[in-house]
């Protein structure tokens, strides 16, 4: 079906994507998920053909585009068949990255920008600790003013790209905010891969996402130059906060994608295994079941594409963006089950690509606020 918020600009880029995609990652991407990582030269590849700053300025080596362009970046990557690659790069140019461009100063933008976009440098976003995980307010990670640094001490867990990357977008509590208003006092800071003090502690074994390295962090006292805090101090929870909303759209468009892609790989198969004298297609309890995925998954297409086009124009989107990733999230995880369901004991084994999805897709309704945290999120704003 066709959808009006995308330009003949957008569909080309698409169409340089999908190219890519099937060319230069999909063949690849079985490996990386066994090696548990992604090579140096993927991130250096999508830099060269413009893909890792598509919305960013264009006097940092960006491609000058809109939030949009990042949307289809999603969608087709989300067709390569590992959720870990595809979630990687999103964390890299979604979910850290622009709070660069929205809040660096331009010494922060002009060291750092380039080698993001170039792929040189990979970008990892530092918030969830042992103790906490949607609360962002409850942090408990530190940094100490001494001088013209900060003494940064703390740990931070599943932090994706966090086993090899470059650039760690870390948030640590400042100060103490009054009571009921713990999110005050937090702030935002640049840390560099290799810095004294700061250590992959753990590299993280996952259910899914297999080709994405994931990681606990550990800092004692690292040393943090002022110049690395990103933003205001003290007013870090406020500049997430504005950037959830491109983060959790990202989500969903992941797993909507992945979902799809799901759905095209069930109808191939039914219509290929035979059952019975005919082909599983011809089926009408199969048949029906190919309907409800289809329609559940159209329905949340236009709920993402709405938040997705509200975020685009700058407009508030927070009810919106939250039923889209609620929605969009649990149908993925339906379709999940139900493809897997359709292939049989095709579907259990890992040569089927339904099987690799079934185990990434369950990370989107965690990821990135809970499915509970969205309906909260949608409640109080309907009932307070």
Same mark, same amino acid.
């Given at each position: ?44 590849? *999508?830099?060269?053909?413009?893909? +890792? ?25 989300? @067709? ?17 990255? &622009? ?5 660096? /100063? ?6 750092? +920008? &380039? ?14 600790? &042992?103790? /906490? ?54 702030? *935002? ?6 810095? &004294?003090?700061? /250590? ?30 990103? =933003? ?7 500049? +997430?906060?504005? =950037? ?5 759209? *990202? ?12 759905? !095209?790989?069930?109808?191939?198969? +039914? ?5 019975? =004298? ?22 949340? @297409? ?27 999230? !649990?149908?993925?995880? @339906? ?36 499915? !509970?945290?969205?309906? !909260? ?6 009932? /307070?």
């Amino acid at each position: 079906m066709k959808h009006n918020i995308f330009t003949a600009e957008h569909e080309m880029l698409r169409k340089t994507i999908r190219a890519f995609v099937e060319k230069e990652v999909a063949p690849q991407v079985a490996a990386w998920e066994e090696a548990g990582r992604i090579p140096r030269e993927f991130w250096r590849r *999508m830099g060269q053909l413009g893909l +890792l700053g598509l919305d960013f300025p264009v006097e940092y080596g960006g491609g000058g585009g809109d939030f949009l362009s990042s949307v289809v970046l999603g969608e087709e990557m989300a @067709r390569c068949r590992s959720g870990g690659v595809a979630f990687s790069v999103l964390v890299h140019t979604d979910m850290s990255s &622009p709070w660069l461009t929205r809040y660096g /100063t331009e010494a922060q933008k002009r060291k750092h +920008l &380039p080698g993001i976009i170039a792929g040189e440098t990979v970008c990892a976003l530092g918030i969830t600790e &042992p103790g /906490t995980g949607s609360d962002m307010a409850a942090l408990s990670t530190r940094a100490v003013r001494r001088g013209d640094h900060y003494l940064l001490s703390g740990s931070k867990i599943f932090i994706t790209n966090g086993v090899y990357g470059d650039l760690y977008f870390v948030a640590a509590r400042t100060g103490e905010g009054p009571p009921g208003r713990r999110h005050e006092g937090i702030s *935002m800071f640049l840390v560099e891969r290799g810095w &004294p003090g700061f /250590t992959v502690s753990r590299r993280l074994d996952k259910m899914g996402m297999r080709a994405s390295d994931t990681a606990a962090l550990a800092f004692e006292n690292c040393p943090v130059p002022v110049e690395n805090l990103l =933003g205001v101090e003290g007013r870090g929870f406020q500049q +997430l906060a504005a =950037g959830l909303q491109r983060e959790r759209t *990202m989500a969903a468009v992941l797993a909507l994608s992945g979902a799809a892609q799901a759905l !095209e790989d069930t109808v191939a198969y +039914l219509r290929e295994r035979q059952a019975f =004298g005919e082909p599983l297609a011809a089926k009408q309890a199969l048949r029906h079941r190919v309907a409800d995925m289809a329609t559940e998954i159209e329905a949340a @297409r236009r709920l993402v594409y709405h938040a997705a086009a509200l975020y685009a124009a700058g407009e508030a989107c927070i009810s919106e963006v939250s039923m889209a990733k609620l929605f969009a999230t !649990e149908v993925a995880n @339906r379709v999940a089950y139900h493809a897997v369901q359709l292939h049989g004991g095709y579907g259990y084994m890992r040569e089927f690509h339904v099987e690799g999805f079934f185990r990434d897709v369950r990370l989107y309704p965690i990821a990135s606020g809970t499915s !509970e945290v969205m309906r !909260e999120i949608i409640a109080k704003r309907l009932l /307070t």
